[in-house]
């Protein structure tokens, strides 16, 4: 290649891969703040069932991505890469945008899930129309025999997007206190999406037209119903039924489990702080990116297939040894069995409850007040290797009647809540329970032991009972961890993350010039959109919603080793998407259509 063609790909390099990686970035900042969105715009009540509430939404906007790839890649094929994939740039830059401004759960109740759902899923239809139109836009560009190497920058853009949504969501919470973060701040990394299309939408505005498809329309031999002629045609729908089952539906499980499903691992499973899991994963995908390069390039040396079915077999026989690896490095009783013991059990010693009072109309009849006390025992645990875990148990009392406050207490910022019950000998007994408010970082926890004593005792004789008991009350525990891991462990974490991206690497860096080259120019956009983003959407989408429900269940059947059983659906589907493409994938494919 000569000087001015060399600097004539990286400036089509360049425009394309700013744009999807900005789209990837607004797709994923949904799923690197899965954790917090689900105490937003879900119910409060279930925090497992909000979480993978907001993981089925989160897939819903991958299952649509079929659906957009159909539509954006006839438009593709019928008008041109440059004009559709701008189009998918606003839509999904507006999505996002979106997302950040909608109230909370509390304030709108449904709408806000439904809100959030409408706009995912247009994020997923945006998704599906640009990946293939950037991936082909590149491709054909590129010279012969060097596909491999030059869609493999495309690639980065996935796991960049992912780095950088860490990235801002990190720096968000270093520049806000962690109450403002909780409050407004996590809307902050949907918001600066906005500024990031703008500039894209810039870019790709000079951009020319693929000389490929120009050349095709001038000589009137582009499709005029592509899709008729992607799966109508016998020929054509064996092959993408191929690059489905043979190639994007392992490459889709292998990305999400080596990148996603790690995070969600890290965070819900292990409880690691939020802040170390998403420096931890920063590194281990800085670490990795590199290698989409390194594979692309030698995809386009000794083969496409080699490469991605050496990744998918690495995935499957080491998934299982690594994640329990991961586990057993901030298990409490694993970490026992190697001689660290606890040092500090301020469970028994330091802790302090503190209590928060909520009361709500009933939503059946709103002239009934319902009261929940929220009763939280923050504690600590610190481990002789350094490790520190955060215990927050949050006792739920639940009140069939709006309880009393005293006014005398507002000058000292306390809540003195008033009660009344019945005493051994029968007598009413009236009762004062006083809770210190917005507890400052130096303060001390007010001792309020009586408030679950008098609460229990008083009120259920000491017996945690159902709602419908006769006084009204219960008490339902939710023991929250956090852990603070030591740097041995996070540099472990990083190392078995990275691997885990290196496979990501294999499986991903060659699939965008193997599924360019197994389809003819005039169907390419929408013949390769398909099975990638069934593969990716579908299958890959899908594996967080599903792999957290096989931990939980497994979790509540009592398995001692329930964190492993989400892996196997992403083993089972890599395994058979390995047997396929080994059979069925021609080692000469990446030559059909170069």
Known sequence: MSNQETKSIWKVISASSMGTMIEWYDFYIFGSLAVVISTKFFPADNPTAAFLSTLATFAAGFVVRPFGALFFGRLGDLIGRKYTFMVTLLLMGGATFMIGCIPSYETIGFMAPLLVLILRLLQGLALGGEYGGAATYVAEHAPKGQKGYWTSWIQTTATVGLFISLM?????????????????GWRVPFWVSILMVLVSYLIRKNMHESPVFAKAKAEGTTSTNPLKESFGNKYNLKFVLLALFGATMGQGVVWYTGQFY???????????????????????????????????????????KTIMMGGMLLAILLYRPIYRQMYQSTDSKAMKEKGITMVVDSCKALGGPIATIK?????????????????????????????????????????????????????????????????????????????KNDLKEDEKAAKVDTLQTLALNQFTGGEAKHKSHINGISEKANVAVVKNITNDVRWFLIFL??????????????IAAFLVEMFPVKIRYTSMSLPYHVGNGIFGGLLPAISTYFVTAAKNNGDPEFYLEGLWYPIVIAAVCFVIGMIYIDRKINTLHD
């Open 262 to 304: 790690a995070m969600n691992f890290l965070k819900t499973v292990q409880s690691i702080d939020s802040s170390q899991v998403d420096t931890l994963l920063g590194i281990a995908l800085l670490l990795g990116t590199p290698f989409f390069i390194v594979f692309g390039w030698l995809s386009d040396k000794i083969g496409r």
């Open 168 to 184: 801002v969501i990190l720096a968000t919470k270093n520049i806000l206190s962690k109450e403002a973060f909780d409050e407004w």
């Open 359 to 435: 009361t709500e109309a009933d939503k059946k009849d709103p002239s009934i007040k319902k009261t929940r006390v929220f009763v939280d025992f923050k504690t600590d645990s610190v481990y002789s290797n350094g490790a520190v875990f955060h215990y927050t148990k949050t006792d739920t009392l639940y009140l069939a009647k709006e309880l009393e406050f005293d006014a005398k207490a507002s000058g000292k910022n306390e809540t003195w809540i008033k009660f009344d019950s019945k005493g051994k000998d029968g007598a009413v007994v009236h009762n004062t329970v006083k809770v």
């Open 497 to 510: 993350i990275f691997v885990q991206v290196l496979f990501v690497t294999m499986v991903y860096g060659p």
